[in-house]
């Protein structure tokens, strides 16, 4: 049967809001990160001070904490929005997406540990199959956007499927 379409219409209701916000938060923390961006500065895979100065270092956090942050709000708006009355919650959602845990802190963990396994490999397999071993800073600007709006396109309505199956 599937969930109905006004539950269709709020998952895209929360992912294009989601996508934007993080695909911004994505570019601003690029910034900080690597706060010259000058065309010559390269930032290289791995790092060269060490480890803590690479893209793959920048991938972690990157990822993990753009799910981590999207499940809280996904979760919080739409719990209250559950208890208002103002969303109807579904049994059609996929089991293993019902199986996520109810705490909050729990949900947040285990989306952010999917995301990770999910893009951690994805993404260092691209860049590696693709010969980039640096990038000067607008490259990687463009990576870094391009990486947190998929990332929020896609956990974002796994995050409000799950939120459809809660109990509380």
Known sequence: MGISSEQRKYVVMETVPSTLANT?????FAWLVFPKPVAEQRITLWGEQGFVTGIVFDLVPTIFMITFVTVFFVTCI????LRGGRLAGSAAVPTVLQRAPQHLLLRMLAFGL????????LTLAGLL?????????TPFLVFKLALSAAIAVTMTPLAVLALLSDDG
Do not use: Q, S
Not at 24 to 28: A, E, K, L
Not at 78 to 81: A, E, H, L, V
Not at 114 to 121: D, E, K, N, Q, S
């Open 24 to 28: 911004v938060i994505g570019g601003v």
């Open 78 to 81: 739409g719990r209250r929005r």
């Open 114 to 121: 999917l995301a990770l396994t999910l893009f951690l490999p």
């Open 129 to 137: 199959l693709l010969g980039v071993h640096n990038m000067t800073f």
